[in-house]
């Protein structure tokens, strides 16, 4: 039924335990990190809701619904992504004029909103309205990055769906199969660095991020011993950053990565016996050079920042204040 959901039992559990059950909830919350398969798995459950022909175990793809889903078209499936940077106060209240109607065709309608996290607190209030007051035949599912918080009372009116970042192994996998040209050990480079979610190391091809990325964790491990020649390390990854365009918040999250794999490198015990990855020594390195107050305060400001570039500052300045604020916290 979830043959593109890999390695994520549990989700695929409850969704098949509510299916074999016939306990739907009204709605489900999708939550986990980017890249892991949370839109691939929203979207097959929708096609198994919407398929004419019970029972099966998946969709049948030769019913009328099926062949409607499949191109597109079906009238009972509602697909909301982000305006721009997020979900509008006018998508959501324009889904819940639509909602007053019942469905077109078949017996329910699905509604999937992507990246949910994305939404500020006046359309998270006119969702959480919705979730509150469901209309009949109408099944919500939500995909969220966990990164993000969510309005509590959104995340208490679902039932949650919870995913994980993969196994390295199962990752590189998965990356290998989609990129052909890779070799093992660049799909395997890959999934460590994306940290197990294969969806988001295929942004990395984009010219200049990985130099910049790899550029930015040296300078920050060895920012030389006097402030000028830190700052002058700060403005110059900035200007680098900046120029990155598509690449830049795919940087921001490989530095997010980093900083919490540094962080969880002081809260678990070493394998007996494995091999060393090859971003055990940097994550090492960075353990032994920050606590994890301060790794936890970095985290904080790539946040922050990537905020107020989702409000269209300027690239260059909010780069400087990155970079100037990653270099003060030693």
């Known amino acids: 039924m979830f043959a593109e959901t890999l390695g994520q039992k549990k989700a695929v559990g409850l969704l098949s335990r509510s299916l074999e059950n016939g306990r739907l909830a009204h709605a489900y919350l999708f939550s986990g990190p980017r890249g892991v398969g949370k839109k691939t798995t929203a979207r097959q459950f929708a096609a198994v809701l919407l398929c004419r022909h019970e029972?099966?175990?998946?969709?049948?793809?030769?019913?009328?619904?099926?062949?409607?889903?499949?191109?597109?078209?079906?009238?009972?499936?509602?697909?909301?992504?982000?305006?721009?940077?997020?979900?509008?106060?006018?998508?959501?209240?324009a889904l819940k004029k639509a909602l007053s109607y019942p469905p077109l065709e078949a017996p329910r309608r699905v509604i999937m909103l992507e990246d949910v996290h994305t939404m500020r607190r006046e359309a998270g209030n006119s969702l959480l309205k919705l979730l509150?007051?469901?209309?009949?035949?109408?099944?919500?599912?939500?995909?969220?990055?966990?990164?993000?918080?969510?309005?509590?009372?959104?995340?208490?009116?679902?039932?949650?769906?919870?995913?994980?970042?993969?196994?390295?192994?199962l990752?590189?996998?998965?990356?290998?199969?989609?990129n052909s040209?890779?070799?093992?050990?660049?799909?395997?480079r890959f999934a460590q660095l994306a940290g197990g979610c294969p969806g988001l190391a295929g942004t990395f091809d984009i010219e200049?991020?990985?130099?910049?990325?790899?550029?930015?964790?040296?300078?920050?491990?060895?920012?030389?011993?006097?402030?000028?020649?830190?700052?002058?390390?700060?403005l110059e990854l900035a200007l680098q950053a900046a120029e990155l365009k598509e690449g830049l918040e795919q940087l921001f999250d490989l530095l997010r990565l980093f900083f919490k794999e540094s962080m969880l490198a002081?809260?678990?015990?070493?394998?007996?016996?494995?091999?060393?990855?090859?971003?055990?020594?940097?994550?090492?390195?960075?353990?032994?050079?920050?606590?994890?107050?301060?790794?936890?305060?970095?985290v904080q400001v790539i946040d922050f920042?990537?905020?107020?570039?989702?409000?269209?500052?300027?690239?260059?300045?909010?780069?400087?204040?990155?970079?100037?604020?990653?270099?003060?916290?030693?």
Not at 214 to 234: D, F, H, Y
């Open 132 to 169: 509150e007051e469901p209309p009949p035949d109408n099944i919500l599912l939500l995909t969220a990055d966990d990164s993000e918080p969510l309005l509590p009372t959104i995340v208490s009116r679902c039932q949650i769906i919870p995913f994980y970042p993969l196994p390295v192994e």
């Open 266 to 298: 002081g809260l678990r015990a070493p394998d007996q016996g494995s091999e060393p990855r090859p971003m055990d020594d940097n994550i090492l390195r960075a353990r032994e050079r920050w606590n994890l107050q301060q790794l936890s305060d970095k």
């Open 55 to 93: 029972g099966m175990n998946g969709p049948c793809g030769t019913c009328s619904s099926c062949v409607q889903f499949a191109s597109g078209n079906n009238p009972d499936f509602v697909h909301i992504k982000p305006q721009g940077a997020m979900i509008k106060i006018d998508q959501v209240r």
């Open 208 to 234: 200049g991020l990985l130099p910049a990325y790899e550029q930015t964790i040296s300078r920050l491990l060895n920012p030389g011993k006097s402030e000028s020649a830190r700052v002058e390390s700060a």
């Open 305 to 330: 920042v990537a905020k107020t570039l989702a409000r269209n500052c300027n690239r260059q300045m909010a780069c400087e204040v990155l970079f100037l604020k990653l270099f003060s916290i030693h």
């Open 181 to 188: 040209s890779l070799t093992a050990e660049e799909a395997l």
């Open 171 to 178: 990752a590189a996998q998965i990356i290998a199969r989609r």
